[in-house]
Every structure is written in structure tokens, then in C-alpha cells.
């Protein structure tokens, strides 16, 4: 059977990160709930300003998180692109400065979404797009390859893992991440080749990316799973959705874009995902759920409660 040994939700307001009063009262009712695990985005915390940690505010997080029962994972900011070429040593900064946090907060896990060719905040402006061939991609592969192999030598040094997220396509940049594609996001963190480097299993996302590419789910979540350090699970229909599409409240009554629901609100094959999960995996499993869907919080640790043997037995 599969053991998972910490089942959560995510933050995803930033905030309410932001606010340390507000963050205190979330916690004490994901705790309240039953819930073992929080995903925090960092970038919500405003402890990094220009690449800068801010120690002070840091130390005050970590008297707020101490009180706590809670194994807590931290999303680096969703920006964050060290294949930016306006100013690449913010970017690094950024990465290891996040990991200082995560040691201060005592955090296992922080999720990283991978280089991108062309940069979501681009999207609305085609003109900035960059064009690259395929030595080009390849160096800004080798170059990130590069910043994460000393990532993850800081990340073993602080006792935490580095987990490389699939990411979400859309119809009209398919081709904006090379981590929209399962295997070539294995073929990168098999190449980094590092202990504390492995994938963020994000099962909406491959949900939405094997419809789009026409491929196997079974056979993308085999591939993913050996390299398993951390999962995201959330529903959808497995439509793709254009990159300026955002208003949920649009998008859901056709069922299409990355809905961020709960299991069970769509079509994502959640069973194959139990089914497929090796059993030595003993990360988290965090509802990486949109703020709007906060109402079924004490619905889903219901279940989880009757349906606990599932996971830990």
C-alpha cells in the first residue's frame, strides 16, 4: 500500500501569507481540521525584496510557524526564472535566499517551476517574445542544470529537497516551458542527478498536458514517479485554456483551464495516481487548491479521516 505521511492544502492567497495575524488563524484551522501539512508560497511572506532577505521578519515567521503541529513546504515565488536575462543574479538570489528560509522555518520541501523560453509575465506582450534554436535551449537547459546541482548541495546542507514542478500549457505558448512535457522534465532532473533535487508531481497540470500532447497519463505518471519528492493534487477537465484566460468564474462553467479544484470536481484520474505512487514515497500530499474552493477544506479532511487506511496502510 502507499504510505503518504503528511496530507495538506496550500496558501494560495498571498495576502493572507502576508499578514502574520491572518497566517496564525489559517494554520490554527488547517490544524483544527486534522490536516499535517501546509504549502506556504513564499513570495506571499514579502521576506525577499530585490533578492534581500529580511532576517527580522523571517525570525517573526518562525515564532508563528513554531506553534504548530504542521510540516510545512514552501513554494518559491511563481516569477522566479533563472533563465531571465535582465538580471540574472536576482534570480539566484532569490532561489538561495528561499533556501535560507526554509532552513530558518524549518521546512522539508520547496517547489520550484522550471525555466521558461518565453516568461509568463511576457505573454500579453508578443513583441518581447525571444526566438530560440535548439543549442540555444539547450544551454539555458545546461545553465539551470548548473544553479540547481549548487542548489541542491545547499538544499542536502539544510536537510530539505528541491522539487522540480510539471507545468501547465497553454494553447497559445505550448511551448513556453519545456516542463509542460513530462519527459523532458525527467530527462532535466535525471541529468542534475542530485539527491535533493527531484519532481513536484502536480497531477492537474499532467492532467491538462497529456490531453493537449495526446499522451498517456499512465505512462507519464511511471516515468515521473521514481524522481517523486512531492505532490499537488487538484482537479480539472484536462482543457487547456489560452494564457490570458483568468477569471475562474468564467472558465468553469465550460470546464476548461486549470481549475485548481478538489478531487473529484473533474476529471483527472486520481486512482492511477494512488495506484502509481511508489511505496517508498514519504513526501506530502498538499490540495493545491484555489482560495474559492476554501469552503470544502473541512469536506476533504472528512474524507481523508474515513479513508485514512488508504494511505497508511
Not at 518559491?76 to 526554509?102: G, H, M, N, W
Not at 508531481?201 to 515521473?224: C, R, S
Not at 489560452?242 to 478531487?263: C, V
Request: overall charge negative; proline content about 4%; charged content about 20%.
Amino acid at each position: 500500500m502507499i504510505m503518504v505521511l503528511d496530507v495538506g492544502v496550500s496558501i494560495s492567497a498571498y495576502d493572507e501569507a502576508a499578514d502574520m495575524e491572518r497566517l496564525q488563524l489559517k494554520l490554527k484551522k488547517i490544524e483544527s481540521l486534522g490536516f499535517q501539512a501546509v504549502e506556504i508560497p513564499v513570495q506571499g511572506m514579502q521576506l525577499l525584496k530585490n533578492g534581500v532577505l529580511n532576517m527580522e521578519r523571517l525570525s517573526q515567521y518562525k515564532e508563528i510557524l513554531q506553534l504548530f503541529n504542521l510540516q510545512y513546504a514552501l513554494h518559491l515565488p511563481d516569477y522566479l526564472d533563472l533563465s531571465r536575462p535582465t538580471d540574472p543574479q536576482v534570480e539566484k538570489d532569490i532561489l538561495f535566499a528561499s533556501i535560507d528560509v526554509a532552513e530558518e522555518l524549518g521546512v522539508r520541501t520547496l517547489v520550484y517551476h522550471p525555466v521558461r523560453f518565453i516568461g509568463e509575465e511576457q505573454f500579453l506582450h508578443s513583441q518581447s517574445w525571444p526566438v530560440f534554436n535548439a543549442e540555444e535551449k539547450e544551454k539555458i537547459l545546461f545553465e539551470e542544470r548548473q544553479i540547481l546541482t549548487a542548489a541542491g548541495e545547499q538544499a542536502k546542507k539544510s536537510n530539505l529537497v528541491i522539487g522540480m514542478e510539471n507545468m501547465r500549457p497553454f494553447l497559445d505558448r505550448s511551448d513556453y516551458c519545456y516542463a509542460v512535457n513530462p519527459g523532458l522534465l525527467v530527462g532535466q532532473v535525471s541529468e542534475i542527478n542530485h539527491s535533493h533535487v527531484g519532481l513536484t508531481l502536480d497531477v492537474g497540470h499532467l492532467h491538462i498536458a497529456t490531453n493537449m500532447y495526446n499522451l498517456d497519463f499512465k505512462e507519464q505518471l511511471m516515468l515521473m514517479a521514481p524522481y517523486l519528492v512531492h505532490l499537488h493534487i487538484h482537479d480539472n477537465f484536462g482543457k487547456a485554456c489560452f494564457s490570458t484566460e483568468k477569471n475562474q468564474h468564467e472558465l468553469i462553467p465550460q470546464g476548461r483551464g486549470d481549475m485548481h479544484a478538489p478531487i473529484g470536481s473533474g476529471s483527472v484520474p486520481f486512482d492511477l495516481v494512488l495506484e502509481w505512487l511508489p511505496d517508498t514515497y514519504n513526501g506530502m500530499m498538499i490540495h493545491e487548491l484555489r482560495s474559492l474552493y476554501e469552503g470544502r477544506w473541512s469536506e476533504i479532511a472528512s474524507e481523508l479521516s474515513k479513508d485514512s487506511a488508504r494511505f497508511t496502510q
